[in-house]
């Protein structure tokens, strides 16, 4: 889009003009979906790629009875070029429409409910981020990519309903790179930049690398006590959350990883409670067939099963009420609430054992006992008496959440870190996270 408009305005307007053209008793459900991002990509501390990504896609369903069809356009911001193909769209639609047979699970807000947030965050200018950066990266192989920008959802229905959610964030995903496998790993992202947090960050990352430089240990299969810094956290939840751990759906067809706490009664932590934050998040507060999202939704509290997530389609097929989730049902905005562990002590609390700062390659090993298996990666070191004593080459693990996150959790850091997806397939992810670290008792590691 080269075209400068009011994105919201532009949105109602486009909407307005396709619900005067409807035929009979159709029905418009329409999504907008865009951002203003500046990225700036570095190795070797030095700038190689920089631009600003500036584009809209508009998604629309064409709902007549019990049938519908959908589909999407890029948004030009020329007016008349956009018009004509949102009609010609519709035109196919309506078409393909004629095939299609009744959606027995349909269900879309009838009830307009207009709203309007824009979170404006404190960003700093382009310039003055990359030369923070820079700075940090002053002498050391400083690999990353920087967003920063507003992204923004909106919702329109032929109904008379609006929507609108836009948020500014920034998100610095880097490491200091030593060699081959070794690096060390962080990220900096929310709606503020401060430059105390960053600095505190930047000093972590350099404590880090010099470690690195020590001669790496290779540890014997077996359980170790371990601190979970958020990154690492991020991956086992993730994993559950992908994977049904907390949607009606997978609930109801006894395919959710929390299969156990359902038929068996097993519990997590006490000290673990997990919620939907949707007002501390960077989705939008209400979601594509119209259905607002409630501020919170609580899934785990105290260790307890509490609630799930429903989408419209699972409302319609369980005969249930949907709180406004995805067709995926899992967490867009998740929180796990912190504990009582110092965050500036972490080392202290975990004492001799491993200090993980990243998993990938998660998987599970066996779903229905919620056990888990990955890698670490990035910088893993071994600790002594809170002090680091060597990096540790890979390893793996394989234990369940009812483990990590259940007898075997000793506390959580009283601090929840912000993590912002740092996907960019297609546009810039809303998908965000609030963690703690997490101090474990004994991890199972088997390779």
């Known amino acids: 889009m080269n075209v400068s408009i009011d994105d919201q305005d532009y949105f109602d307007s486009i909407v307005t003009a396709a619900t005067s053209a409807l035929v009979g008793d159709e029905v418009l459900l329409a999504n907008v979906s865009g951002e203003r991002t500046d990225f700036i990509r570095l190795n070797h501390n030095e700038v190689r790629q920089a631009g600003t990504i500036d584009q809209r896609t508009l998604t629309v369903d064409l709902i007549e009875g019990q049938r519908h069809t959908g589909g999407s356009i890029r948004l030009t911001g ?127 990352s350099a404590r880090q690398v010099k470690a690195l430089e020590r001669d790496p240990i290779s540890l014997s299969p077996g359980e170790y006590r371990t601190y979970l810094a958020p990154r690492a956290m991020e991956e086992v939840v993730q994993l559950l959350s992908y994977y049904g751990a907390f949607g009606m759906r997978a609930h109801e067809t006894r395919q959710t990883p929390l ?115 990955g890698m670490t990666r990035f910088a893993t070191f071994w600790m002594e008496d809170g002090e680091i004593v060597a990096p540790v080459n890979v390893l793996r693990f394989d234990d369940t959440a009812y483990h990590l996150l259940g007898d075997r959790l000793e506390g959580l850091t009283d601090q929840a870190e912000v993590l912002l997806d740092t996907a960019t397939y297609g546009e810039r992810s809303t998908d965000s996270a609030r963690l703690p670290g997490a101090v474990v008792g004994a991890m199972r590691f088997v390779l």
């Open 78 to 204: 020329e007016r008349g070029m956009d018009d004509a193909r949102l009609a010609a769209l519709l035109a196919q639609l309506r078409e393909q429409r004629r095939l299609v047979a009744d959606d027995p699970f349909l269900l879309y807000n009838t009830e307009p409910f207009s709203t309007e947030r824009v979170e404006r965050g404190s960003l700093p200018e382009p310039d003055t981020a990359l030369a923070d950066i820079r700075a940090a990266g002053t002498g050391r192989d400083l690999v990353g990519i920087y967003a920063s920008g507003d992204t923004f959802q909106g919702f329109a229905n032929s109904l008379g309903q609006r929507n609108w959610f836009q948020s500014s964030t920034f998100n610095l995903d880097w490491c200091f790179y030593l060699r081959a496998d070794k690096a060390a790993k962080n990220l900096y992202a929310g709606f503020v930049w401060d430059d105390e947090v960053f600095a505190q960050k930047v000093d972590w």
């Open 259 to 373: 299969l156990k706490m359902l038929v068996d009664g097993e519990r997590l932590s006490p000290q673990l409670t997990i919620s939907e934050d949707t007002a501390h998040g960077v989705a939008a507060n209400f979601q594509s067939a119209g259905f607002l999202r409630p501020d919170e939704v609580p899934l785990i509290v105290e260790g307890a099963y509490a609630q799930t997530l429903v989408s419209p389609r699972s409302a319609q097929e369980y005969g249930v009420a949907t709180n406004g989730a995805t067709a995926g049902e899992y967490p867009q905005s998740m929180a796990i609430a912190p504990g009582t562990v110092p965050t500036g002590a972490v080392n202290e609390a975990l004492g001799t054992g491993l200090f993980v700062g990243n998993l990938w390659y998660t998987n599970f090993s066996d779903q229905a006992a919620c056990r888990t298996t």
